[in-house]
């Protein structure tokens, strides 16, 4: 809305609501990108970073100094430099001298910054801090026109763009953010591995990334832990800038005497909150999640000490362990997104070697930029002394011009042919100054300052010259930071992880208790605690009755069959309790609704199975290739309608006996019986009309058994089945005398 005009009129003008919103959220989202969340690649500093370590420069606090209250140096930074809140400025800074946050502090702290804990730094009034060498590093030559300055918000003073960064912080440090529509994550790396990466980049200006993760084999995070990621893995994320490494925590076994032994954890993942995490661990125990774990105990007291105590000393250690790394944060994912400011403009997801040149160009400039404001320097010296030099061999003229002229400086330019400023050097000169030594010293200045003048064009005039500068401070910070001191020595180291049965750890994770396990003829499924015998007098639904009822442990898998031919797999421990009628199984798994519960059972991978259809047909099959990873389940059997699956019978001795419903029995050998994981299967015995009935599986040495309906056993040997014996697919023989009328084996 415009101010009122002289017509009288309100002067209101239309603005397009969907146009004014994309213009003021699109400056909006610049500014989160630009000012707020992204870091430089150059000095790797977000905007309140750089601002706080330039105020405490420029308020003095160097290392060397004494400490200065964070009130102090809060307010200072949000009155001149960052108009944002003081307490966010101070987490900023209180974040920057932790050393469990950045691998190299910028800031050294004096009382309580906070705690791998998690807990929060004293409030500002109580703590004081200081600038590290770090901090030091990368503001190297600020005063020498390294870098732009711009003003400040309020114009009232000047900060600089970027700062020179003779550190390679962005990755030394790390760095993570979220902006309007991008993020960025960078873990922290080992100065040293970073600055010989920088070396040979410098040498090879097109060296690859996975030549450079020879000298750079993955991040060196300031709470140590065990990189488990494969190299293929690692090169691939630094060639995208995109991924993560999975970090897990460092621990060792403690031997307790007498075969008692309890693990003790030393380091934990980057970021990992230690009181949060022993929390997790102790809510898990008490959920019975860790059935191998007894207790859990922090011991740390500077240093980190988490004991992890065993059920009994038979537990395996690494099998507990990796049931832990599973369920809790003792393993955890630093996710990988190299997406900072290029140039201080461009948001660019950048990969190893482009943030690593970058850094190079950086440097390469500001180098440029000092040598040039060194040879200015040089050159208003170099006058000056040509000045001095005139007035010492005219010394006595000099005196007299002053004593009695009007216009001194007039008639000494005219004289001399002096320039304004050596004339302005020779009259504020002091009169100390005119002994004879002051002479030879001028000279000898003269010819240094000469000297210092050539190698810097020199240096200028040549790009071989400055690379080898730029080497040489390289060298430097990498021999102040080596691996040989303690802040420079890698705390993390890589491994592969255990090739542990994941199987075993699954039923490491889950505690083993007798069920018996109840399914119902319209499908519900119960687990009923302890081993039940007697399941008479089980309660169901209304119109619903008994269809299966057998024992199990928490641990086992179960498979479920269907007539469609279909295996699903269920976890023991996954069923609902045994109070009520249970859940039904269609909301378990993804059954078609044409489709009954044929069979279910325990799982045994060693086992194979027969299945058979009504029609007839039917093959073996291992167990274990019946085992579905998904709520779809696995189609073992392919059968179509009207015919269905109809018989699941474990494979046993070498011979089986059929019965169809036509009670006309067959026996042949089991090796007529293909082995497939999928198919229709091979007829197994002829009808005219009806379908299969019973299989039985026997030893043809120990002969056919059954039962009658009255409980009677029946045995016949093998000379007395000869009569029966014949090939697969025939139509086969009237049962013998005494065969159930119910056309099973079993009564």
């Not at 989160?32 to 870091?39: D, G």
């Not at 003081?86 to 950045?102: H, P, V, W």
């Not at 007098?537 to 086992?556: M, R, S």
């Amino acid at each position: 809305m415009n101010p009122p005009g002289d017509d009288g009129g309100d002067n209101i003008q239309p603005v397009d609501l969907k146009a004014a919103l994309e213009e003021r959220y699109l400056a909006y989202a610049l500014s989160t990108i630009m000012h707020r969340a992204l870091p430089d690649v150059r000095d790797g500093l977000k905007p309140v970073h750089r601002r706080i370590v330039y105020a405490m420069s420029e308020m003095g606090l160097r290392p060397n100094t004494a400490f200065r209250k964070c009130a102090k140096i809060v307010g200072e930074v949000m009155g001149n430099y960052h108009p944002h809140g003081d307490q966010a400025i101070y987490d900023a800074l209180a974040r920057l001298a932790q050393d469990f946050s950045l691998r190299y502090p910028l800031v050294n702290g004096q009382g309580n910054f906070g705690n791998i804990d998690g807990d929060s730094p004293a409030a500002m009034r109580y703590t004081e801090s200081k600038m590290t060498a770090v901090a030091e590093l990368l503001l190297e030559g600020i005063g020498e026109d390294a870098v732009d300055f711009r003003d400040t918000y309020d114009e009232s003073n000047s900060e600089p763009v970027v700062l020179p960064g003779a550190f390679p912080n962005l990755l030394a440090n790390g760095a993570s953010g979220i902006a309007v529509g991008m993020a960025t994550s960078i873990p922290p790396h080992n100065a040293h591995e970073l600055c010989d990466a920088a070396l040979h980049l410098i040498r090879h200006p097109d060296a690859t990334v996975e030549k450079l993760v020879e000298f750079v084999p993955g991040p060196d995070l300031p709470t140590g832990g065990i990189i488990i990621d494969s190299r293929e893995s690692i090169i691939e994320s630094y060639r995208t800038g995109r991924g993560g490494f999975r970090v897990r925590a460092k621990w060792e076994i403690e031997d307790l005497g007498r075969g008692g032994y309890q693990i003790v954890v030393t380091e934990i993942p980057y970021q990992v909150q230690k009181s949060r995490l022993i929390e997790k661990i102790a809510e898990l125990l008490i959920a019975r999640k860790l059935p191998l774990l007894d207790d859990i105990r922090d011991e740390s007291a500077e240093d980190v000490r988490v004991v992890i105590v065993p059920k009994s000393r038979t537990v395996d250690a690494t099998l507990l362990m990796e049931s832990m790394f599973k369920l809790t944060e003792l393993e955890s994912r630093i996710p990988l997104n190299m997406n900072v400011l290029s140039m201080g403009r461009v948001p660019k997801v950048m990969a190893l070697n482009e943030v690593l040149v970058e850094w190079l160009a950086h440097r390469k400039e500001v180098l440029v930029r000092r040598s040039r404001h060194r040879l200015a320097a040089i050159d208003r010296r170099l006058e000056i002394l040509g000045g001095l030099l005139i007035a010492y061999l005219n010394i006595d003229e000099v005196i007299r011009i002053i004593r009695e002229e009007d216009e001194p400086k007039q008639v000494m330019v005219e004289r001399w042919s002096l320039t304004d400023l050596q004339v302005e050097s020779i009259l504020n000169m002091r009169l100390r100054n005119l002994r004879k030594l002051e002479e030879f010293e001028i000279r000898t200045e003269h010819d240094n300052l000469t000297k210092e003048k050539a190698g810097i064009e020199a240096l200028l005039a040549s790009d071989d010259k400055q690379w080898r500068m730029i080497e040489v401070e390289i060298q430097d910070v990498k021999k102040t930071y080596a691996k040989a001191t303690e802040l420079g020595r890698r705390r993390t180291q890589f491994a592969e992880a255990p090739e542990a049965d994941l199987e075993a750890i699954q039923q490491a994770m889950i505690e083993k208790e007798p069920i018996t396990v109840v399914i119902s003829q319209k499908g519900w499924i119960r687990a009923l605690k302890g081993h039940v015998a007697d399941t008479s007098g089980l309660t169901f639904k209304e119109g619903d009755g008994p269809k299966l009822a057998f024992p199990a442990q928490t641990t086992d898998k179960l498979l479920l069959v269907t007539t469609g031919g279909k295996a699903y797999t269920l976890g023991a421990d996954k069923l609902p309790g045994g109070r009520g009628h249970g859940e039904p199984i269609r909301i378990m798994v993804d059954m078609e609704n044409d489709q009954d519960i044929l069979t279910a059972f325990v799982h045994d991978a060693s086992r194979k199975m027969i299945v058979a259809s009504t029609a007839g047909y039917g093959f073996i099959v291992a167990e274990s290739e019946m085992v579905a990873n998904t709520r779809k389940g696995k189609q073992v059997m392919n059968v179509s309608m009207p015919d269905e699956a109809k018989l699941v019978v474990p494979v046993s001795g070498d011979h089986m006996a059929i019965v169809g419903e036509n009670r006309k029995m067959l026996v042949f050998p089991l090796e007529q019986l293909p082995e497939m994981s999928r198919g229709k299967g091979v007829r197994l015995q002829r009808y005219k009309d009806g379908g299969i009935s019973d299989i039985k599986c026997f030893l043809m040495e120990a002969g056919l058994s059954w039962e009658d309906s009255a409980g009677r056993a029946f045995n016949r040997s093998k000379d007395e089945l000869l009569e029966w014996m014949g090939d697969r697919a025939a139509a086969g023989r009237t049962v013998p005398k005494g065969f159930p009328r119910s056309g099973k084996f079993a009564g």
